[in-house]
């Protein structure tokens, strides 16, 4: 279920650091430790319009060490959410306490053919949205809801995830259940190179259980498709800002929306904004167009700068959104 919380909502929670040593060149800095010169994050607040309306916000505001890794994230607004990081010599848990997505919202039977678990309602609710911006939902004013998880990743020698397990229980009027999740990764020259990503899902008399792979193409030092199963793919084309004078990869922030590039490093914590999964694209992201048979969905990215040239807004016309990034 969480795959949704944190695809909507920031879409989503997530964020990490990790070790503590210092890094060994400018090019290949630790994952998690930011660069001397990169401006901390403070505030990030996100908002869906609909009808040129707000209709959904989040605040997410970021907590440092004295390493300037993020030790905690508080999320508030629509969707209420504790997220923490705890770092071991070659280990990151997240934990998350808070609301689920779906207490606020109610699932109706806009799609019949779906499965009637979270992340197939999830999915077929962001498609409805691209193509005709019609939700999927309604609120639901008297819902109570809670979610827990708690996802340990494991590191290699260089700082990248090579393994997640993870566990999630959430309940509200709606839905009762549990996850459990499971992803490999592999690397090569630094960079994200496949994925298999698994997860069960249990609720009362129903489960369902799924798995994808994942391959990553790069050219020039971006990330330029991202393939699933050897089918369906995302296609990236990027801008001239350069993507490496903040402490997060904004463009694994800001691409949550997009079903490939979410689901094929890691939907369910921040962990990838902060150079977990490899080395980050050289340039922020310009579109990325998600492709099916018969059908494909673009997105555009637009950038505000103050005038230190920090990013301080992404606009993504096609979605109804926007990033609003404060700075310490």
């Known amino acids: 279920m969480m795959k949704k919380n944190l695809l909507y909502l920031l879409m989503f929670s997530f964020v990490a650091g990790l070790s503590s040593c210092s890094s060994s060149s400018n090019d290949d800095p630790t994952p998690g430790v930011p660069d001397k010169e990169a401006k901390l994050v403070d505030k990030i607040e996100y908002k869906s319009y609909y009808n040129g ?124 259940g549990t996850f459990s999740n499971r992803s490999t990764y592999k690397y090569a020259n630094g960079y994200l190179e496949s994925s298999v990503i698994s997860w069960e899902e249990f609720e009362k008399d129903y489960s369902y259980s799924d798995s994808y792979q994942y391959a990553f193409h790069w050219d020039n030092g971006n990330l330029v498709k991202v393939v699933e199963d050897n089918n369906y793919f995302t296609a990236l084309t990027y801008s001239t800002y350069e993507n490496n004078n903040i402490n997060i990869d904004l463009n694994l922030l800001i691409t949550e929306m997009d079903e490939f590039l979410a689901f094929g490093i890691d939907a369910n914590t921040p962990l990838k904004w902060f150079g977990f999964f490899g080395k980050s694209s050289s340039n922020l992201v310009s579109t990325t167009t998600e492709t099916y048979p018969g059908q494909s969905y673009p997105s555009t990215y637009k950038y505000t700068q103050n005038e230190e040239g920090y990013i301080t807004k992404v606009e993504i016309p096609e979605w109804d959104l926007e990033y609003v990034i404060s700075y310490q």
């Open 53 to 176: 309306r707000v209709d959904w916000s989040t605040q997410f505001r970021f907590s440092y060490d004295k390493n300037r890794q993020v030790t905690k994230i508080v999320c508030t607004g629509d969707n209420d959410m504790v997220i923490d990081f705890d770092y071991g010599s070659n280990s990151v848990k997240v934990s998350m306490n808070g609301e689920s997505f779906f207490s606020d919202y109610n699932y109706e039977n806009d799609f019949t053919g779906s499965a009637p678990n979270s992340r197939s309602a999830g999915r077929a609710f962001r498609h409805s949205e691209k193509s005709s911006r019609k939700s999927a939902f309604t609120r639901a004013d008297n819902s109570s809801s809670s979610y827990s998880a708690e996802f340990n990743y494991t590191l290699n020698s260089n700082g990248y995830v090579t393994s997640m397990t993870g566990e999630e229980s959430y309940s509200n009027s709606y839905y009762t």
